[in-house]
Structures are given as C-alpha cells and as structure tokens.
C-alpha cells in the first residue's frame, strides 16, 4: 500500500518553495553568463590565431612563390631575346651575288644529308600549287649536322670577332628544336635565407622538315619553331618550397624561301625614265610621274640622277603621286619638276629606299626559247639553234613555221605531244601577222597566222589538244602536258593597222584567256597589242584565281593599237628589256578619237621596259591613250607567267619576323 502525503505536507512544500531566496537565481544567471563569454573569447582567440598564422603561411608561400616567379620570368625575358636574335639572324641571310644555280642546289643537297645537289624535277611549272618534296630533312649530329647547316651559317655574316668553332655551335643551338638549351639550369643564392633557385630555360629553337620545290621555280626549306619554356624551381632542405614555369610562343611553321625573284613582281619598272631620243645618252625628254599617278604594287627605277632617273610634278606640297607599294631608286635624291616639293612620306606609303644597286635586265631571251620546245634547266649545253633543232628537227633553225613537237632532220612535229617528252611549248620560226587567244569552252585557244598558214591549237581537256592547219586536223594530242610558252622568233604583227593583225584576243566581251590558263606569249621583235586581252577570272573578283598572262618582247617594243574611238583593257605583265626600248602606243602624238573623250588603256598587272616610249599626250581630247593602270596584287604572291624573266641573283626570303611570340604567354606550372 503507498503512502501519500497529506494535504498539509503537500501544503507545506508548496509553502517553502515559494520562499526561496531571490538572490538565488540572479547568481546562476551571472556564472552562466561569465562561463559563456569565456567561451566566445576562447573561440575569438582561436580563430585569430589560426587566421594570424594561415596569414603568415600564405605571406611565406607568397613571397617565395614570387621568387621564383620573377626568376622564371626573368630569364624567360633573356631567353626570348636569344631567340629574337636567332630570327635577326635568319633575316640576314643573303646570297652571294653571282651565286649559280648548280652551287644552290649543292648547298640544298648538304641540307638533304646528300653528298651531292638535289635533283629538280622535270617540267617544274606544271607541278602542282602545292610543290614538290625534294627531301624530308634528316636529324643529324656532330659534323654531318655542321655540313647541313652550312647553306644558313656560311650565307650570314659571322659577327666580329667570333671564332669558326663559336660561329658553329650558335647555329647548332639554334637548330635545336624543343629541346634547344637557351639557358642551362643555374643555381644561385638568392638575398633572403628561404633556399636555392634553379632556372632553366628550354625550347625556342628550329627543326628542319622539308625541302620542296613549287612551279614559281622557287625552292623552300620548310622548318618548325618550337615555344620558349621557362621553368625554376626554390629549394631548401632538399625539398621544392616553391616552383614556377612560364612559356611564350607555340608550335609554328616557318620557311625559307630560295629564288630569282621574277620582273613580274613589280607593277613598274624602268630603266631609264625618258623618251626615246637622238642625244649622246639615247634620251629624249625625261618622264615625270604626275600628281594623278598612283602605284598599288612595287616600283623600281634606275637610271642616272639629273639625266634618266624619274623626276616628280605636284601641284602643291601636300600632292604628287601616291606609291601604295615599296618604291625603289638607284637615284640618291628626289628630282621635281616643279616648285611644290611633296616630301618623301607624302608620296611614298608604302616605304622607298634611295641610292640601291641597279637591278639588271636579261640581255636575250634563250631561256623562253629553250622553254617553248621543252628544254629544262641546264639541259642545253650547247649553243640555244643546236638544242631547238635536236629538239624540234632540223628545219625549225632556217625554215619559217610552226614547231611544236619533236622532229627529225627532214620532218617536223612528228612527236605525239608538245616538246620531245610531252611537255613543252610552241615555237614559231619568223614574224607572225596574227595572234590571237580566245578559249574554247572553259579551255584555251591559240590561233597563229603566218603568212598563208594558220594554225590553231584547241585545248579539249587538261591533257588533250588537237592542232589544225587551215581548218584541217593535223595531230591530236592526248596525255600532253602545254607548258605556257609561246615564243615567236621574230616581231608579233604590224604598227599601222588598228584592232587587228597583232596579239589580241577574239574582240568580243568574251574572256580571252581561260581559267586555267598560265601563259607567256613572247617575241625577238616587236609586240603589237590590237585588242582586249582578258582574264576568265579577274584578281579583284577572285584573288585566289590562277589564270595568268606575260606579255615579252626580248628585242623590240610593246606597243599599243587597238581599235580607233575606243578603250583597250588588258590583263597582264608586259616587258620589254632591250636598249631604247619599252611599253607605249604607236602613236601618242596623234589623235585617237573622232569625240571629245581620250580613249584610255586599262591595264591590270604590271610594266617593265628599259626606255618609256610614251602613251599620250593631255589635252581635250588627249592624243594617245589616258592611262588606267592597276596592280594584279597576285603577283605580290607568288603568281607568276610561265618562264617570266628573272632577275638574276638569287635571294633568300625567310619569314622570320620573331621567333619569341611574346603575345602568346602563358603560366603552365606553379606549386
């Protein structure tokens, strides 16, 4: 049985509870309270000192970080200068003046790792854009890597002073690739106690991949440069306390280029800027180029200071022509043949250079002859009449006509396709009345007329001709390859006929020349333009179009006689080199137009002649033709006519503007 407490016990309690003392429950509040901000402090203070000593480790990693930061980046900054220098030197590469073509292709063998030259192909303008590999580049070691390197060591100046053995292993190191050492792993105390830094630099150098050869008859060595690689490292206590690599640059292809660079890279060229003229010299009135004139593409004049070097008209000093490309000048000054004197940067935007040496023009025109009957390169060893007559059959050295296949001593154009191996061109034995281009569907057509014979040669296909004479089929050609050339040993039509009975094209609005078409039409004598000669294909509507027109006269004058009251339009290079003579019309002195308006040439390419020979005469209306010439900027570009005359000397090209890349820099490791 429970006991339970009687009302009076429970009554009792209730009573002591309800007087407790006061102060009781104020005291406890008090210790909890003291208890509770001891434990915040105790928290605060724990949190400062972590927060006081991560502070202090990040400040330690931060500072030796930083150290090995600016090392790296320091000597990064020191390493690209190194590979700055590398590409000056490149840049500097020039080849000797009067260097053959034998020594370079015995230089391009070394590269090659071949004891001899390197072999060119056959037929090299109907290679492909792309070109054609001539080696891969062997990795080579020791004197067999100094042999390779020859062709870039012994075509730069040693600097003063530098030993052979210097002068070596700077271009070894240079053709290092990746692994190209340009700072070797330093150790250096630094200033404070933290530890030791080791830098080293790596990268920054060439490998060599390629050589290849293109049918702009340039030859290229194609190379790799590799980024520069900056990495240090802070050591103490045999640990890495911090680490740091940085890198500038990127995998990139790089070449050299080797060639005779064509006249057809020049928008104009001269000789002497002068009319013809019956003075000791051979000049008549100097030429000046006029406030009007404006040059897209590069220029070149030589010709004697006060005598035949150009000399410029302004009509105020903020006029004059406008060069938009490189102009160049053996003169030493600029002549005016007025009072307002335009100063060199108002006329020249786009650079000139005075006082160079004068650039020579070819003395004969044996290479394109060599070149319509399919001869290569050093081929001919004997004289140019013997190799055209082995190639082309006894009568094409006295006998007028049309050659254009092999022959034999009492038959000609016997062969079954251009020259004596498939490829070559067409050769004309004498003067010819007409030439006209034209196309036959998307392919091209050549129309000779000599004497009573014409002969027409109708492309059907990329390999395929067929040739008639006086409208009968005389050969068809198939698996042929025309290389371009036309060469007519003798002049291309008369003076005094207007639109005809010269070079021309068909006189529609039809194109004349195909677009696939590259052709030089050259002659001995004099060339007369009668008509429209254009491309299927313009530079301005398409730039990457091919179709190409040279126009070279190797003795007489190109000279203009269209059709009378009317413009002429004409798409191509045109160059006459012999003495006195040059581009013009067969007569600027006289009117050609019944109206009121100067018929005006409209000209898309380039001029190169050794004299002016004068194209108008201003006035209302002008006598002559008004001139509108443009620059074809694919001849900028490596475009050029079939075997278009070169200048001779050969030059390097390299494309090396910097090997550092300094926009391309990145952090690639931290620790």
Not at 28 to 33: A, G, Q
Not at 126 to 133: C, D, I, S
Not at 193 to 213: A, F, H, I, P
Request: hydrophobic letters at 35%.
């Amino acid at each position: 049985m429970t006991d339970h407490p009687s009302p009076a016990t429970r009554s009792l309690d209730r009573s002591l509870r309800l007087r407790r003392p006061a102060g009781h429950e104020s005291g406890m509040t008090t210790i909890v309270t003291v208890l509770g901000g001891c434990l915040v402090i105790a928290v605060v203070l724990s949190m400062t000192a972590t927060v006081t000593l991560n502070s202090q480790r990040n400040t330690t990693d931060n500072r030796l970080g930083l150290e090995a930061q600016y090392a790296a980046e320091s000597a990064l900054a020191r390493a690209q200068s190194q590979a700055d220098l590398y590409a000056s030197s490149l840049n500097s590469i020039v080849i000797p003046q009067g260097t053959q073509q034998s020594s370079i292709l015995n230089q391009l063998g070394a590269v090659c790792g071949l004891a001899s030259a390197v072999t060119l192909p056959l037929n090299i303008f109907n290679l492909p854009v792309a070109g054609q590999k001539l080696c891969d580049v062997p990795v080579l070691t020791g004197n067999a890597l100094d042999n390779q390197l020859a062709f870039f060591r012994n075509n730069v100046a040693k600097p003063a002073g530098m030993s052979d053995d210097a002068w070596k292993t700077y271009w070894r190191n240079m053709f290092g690739g990746k692994d190209t050492v340009l700072l070797a792993k330093t150790t250096a105390a630094p200033s404070t106690d933290t530890g030791t830094l080791k830098t080293e630099v790596k990268g920054g150098g060439l490998t060599m991949t390629e050589v290849r050869v293109y049918p702009d008859n340039t030859l290229r060595v194609l190379l790799k440069s590799y980024p520069v690689v900056s990495g240090t490292t802070l050591e103490s206590g045999g640990k890495v306390i911090a680490q740091r690599t940085y890198s500038a640059g990127s995998v990139q292809e790089r070449e050299v280029k080797v060639s005779q660079p064509p006249f057809s890279e020049y928008q104009y060229f001269v000789n002497r800027r002068t009319l013809p003229g019956t003075t000791a010299t051979g000049n008549g009135g100097r030429l000046v180029f006029w406030d009007e004139d404006t040059f897209e593409g590069r220029v070149h004049t030589n010709g004697t200071q006060g005598v035949s070097a150009p000399v410029f008209y302004a009509t105020a000093a903020d006029k004059g022509p406008r060069f938009l490309g490189k102009y160049t000048t053996t003169a030493t000054s600029l002549e005016y043949s007025t009072t307002a004197r335009p100063s060199a940067s108002t006329m020249f935007k786009g650079g000139h250079q005075m006082g160079v040496p004068p650039v020579a023009l070819p003395s004969n025109a044996n290479d394109q002859r060599l070149a319509a009957a399919g001869v290569q390169a050093g081929e001919c060893t004997t004289t140019t009449a013997l190799c055209l007559a082995a190639k082309f059959g006894a009568a094409s050295a006295t006998t007028n006509g049309v050659y254009f296949s092999s022959g034999t001593a009492t038959a000609s154009n016997t062969g079954s396709g251009f020259g004596s191996n498939g490829t070559g061109g067409i050769y004309v034995k004498g003067n010819v009345d007409d030439l006209k281009l034209s196309k036959n569907g998307n392919f091209q057509r050549i129309e000779i007329v000599q004497g009573s014979k014409t002969t027409v040669f109708e492309q059907t296909s990329s390999t395929a001709w067929t040739v008639r004479e006086n409208g009968v089929v005389k050969k068809t050609m198939t698996n042929s390859t025309f290389n371009g050339m036309v060469f007519v040993d003798g002049a291309i039509g008369d003076q005094s006929t207007k639109g005809s009975k010269g070079l021309r094209g068909d006189g529609t609005d039809t194109p004349d020349v195909a677009a696939e078409s590259q052709l030089t039409v050259a002659a001995a004598g004099d060339i007369f333009i009668k008509d429209n000669l254009t491309y299927t294909d313009n530079a301005k509507d398409k730039p990457d179009s091919s179709n190409v027109l040279g126009v070279y006269s190797e003795g007489g004058n190109i000279k203009v006689n269209g059709p009378a009251n009317r413009d002429i339009t004409i798409d191509g290079t045109l160059m006459a080199s012999a003495t006195g003579k040059g581009f013009g019309t067969v007569d600027y002195t006289t009117l050609r137009t019944n109206g009121s308006t100067t018929p005006k040439i409209n000209l898309t390419g380039g001029i190169i002649e050794e004299q002016s020979q004068g194209v108008g005469q201003v006035g209302t209306p002008g006598k002559g033709y008004s001139r509108n010439f443009k620059w074809d900027e694919r001849l900028a570009k490596g475009l050029t006519p079939p075997f278009f005359p070169t200048q001779g000397q050969y030059e390097a090209t390299p494309n090396f503007a910097r090997l550092s890349d300094p926009q391309n820099f990145r952090a690639e490791k931290s620790q």
